[in-house]
């Protein structure tokens, strides 16, 4: 299986900070890399895909670069509403997909 | 606007069976654009992707949990299922189910809002 490793585990900020999350795969996995948020009592929602595509509907705030091995998720300027946890996963390799161990935002 | 909402019961005795319904609204089930998906999430743990699948039937199982689990879909009812056999207390989590992009990269973009399962006597 691919390895998502993502850093930090945990994060405190508040509204209106720039926030960077990273996640790492155990081998390239080329630009095949989604970001999730997830809320407590509401779906996970899609937010990035292909590394750096934004999902229709998605605040611009949010933003995902990289390729290969690395890649970051970057929220530009935080709003109450973006305090959750955040997922990256791979889908290079179908056997099987793999997620990352989250990151969790919380307001400091 | 794509729904999509899991049934089942929310408590199963250990050794016994899984099983979660996934009805879908605002979409089909039988489109070839998307494959249709089960992710867990134990509590205080990450997500697991279990498996999927397409309107062919096709389907493409996790390794850790293949010998357990059967996903099958029914077009007419526009649903799909999850069966997962021989449940332990380890299988207890919340049951996502999902709809994945065939192509560009593979994206889950539809989630229902999970349903906690727990294993217990």
């Known amino acids: 299986d691919i390895q998502m490793t993502q850093s930090p585990s945990s994060l405190s900020a508040s509204v209106g900070d720039r926030v960077t999350i990273t996640c790492r795969a155990s081998q390239t996995i080329i630009s095949y890399l989604n970001w999730y948020q997830l809320s407590p009592g509401k779906a996970p929602k899609l937010l990035i895909y292909g590394a750096s595509s934004l999902q229709s509907g998605v605040p611009s705030r949010f933003s995902g670069t990289g390729s290969g091995t690395n890649f970051t998720l970057t929220l530009s300027s935080l709003h109450p509403e973006d305090f959750a946890t955040y997922y990256c996963q791979q889908s290079y390799s179908s056997l099987p997909y793999t997620f990352g161990q989250g990151t969790n935002l919380e307001i400091k | 606007q794509v729904r999509l909402q899991e049934s089942g019961p929310g408590l199963v005795k250990p050794s016994q069976t899984l099983s979660l319904t996934c009805t879908v609204s605002?979409?089909?089930?039988?489109?070839?654009?998307?494959?249709w998906s089960w992710i867990r999430q134990p509590a205080g743990k990450g997500l697991e992707w279990i498996g999927r699948i397409y309107t062919s039937g096709s389907t493409t199982y996790n390794p850790s949990l293949k010998s357990r689990v059967t996903i099958s879909i029914d077009t007419s009812q526009n649903q799909f299922s999850l069966i997962l056999s021989s449940v332990t207390a380890a299988d207890t989590a919340v049951y996502y189910c999902a709809r994945e992009v065939s192509g560009s990269y593979y994206p889950i973009d539809y989630w229902g809002q999970g349903t906690l399962v727990t294993v217990s006597s």
């Open positions: 605002g979409g089909s089930v039988s489109s070839g654009n998307y494959y």
